[in-house]
């Protein structure tokens, strides 16, 4: 059984959750809803060439794969029976 470290009972009767730290914004501090902006990061047309180049490459490699698993046995499958019943004809 996994665990990642959560008590195995719940808590008894005399258990209270800490209170949250709640420390007061500066005054001059405005709170907005927005999400702090990302770093800027620029790369090169050949930076981001080779990053799409890679992606695709990984990408095309599990889809291959994918459709390999879903084709392949069902011809497999067609190539036996049509060998088998050519070995049966050929003996009768």
Not at 59 to 83: F, G, K, Q
Request: charged residues 25%.
């Amino acid at each position: 059984m996994w665990s990642i470290g959560l008590p195995t009972k719940p808590p008894g009767p005399d258990y209270a959750p800490a209170p949250p730290d709640e420390t007061p914004a500066a005054p001059t501090e405005a709170k907005t809803n927005e999400a702090p902006a990302a770093p800027s990061l620029e790369a090169s047309p050949a930076v981001i060439d080779e990053i799409v180049r890679r992606v695709v490459a990984q990408l095309s490699d599990t889809v291959v794969r994918e459709i390999a698993w879903e084709v392949v046995p069902e011809c497999v499958e067609r190539v036996v029976a049509n060998l088998t019943k050519e070995k049966v004809a050929e003996k009768n």
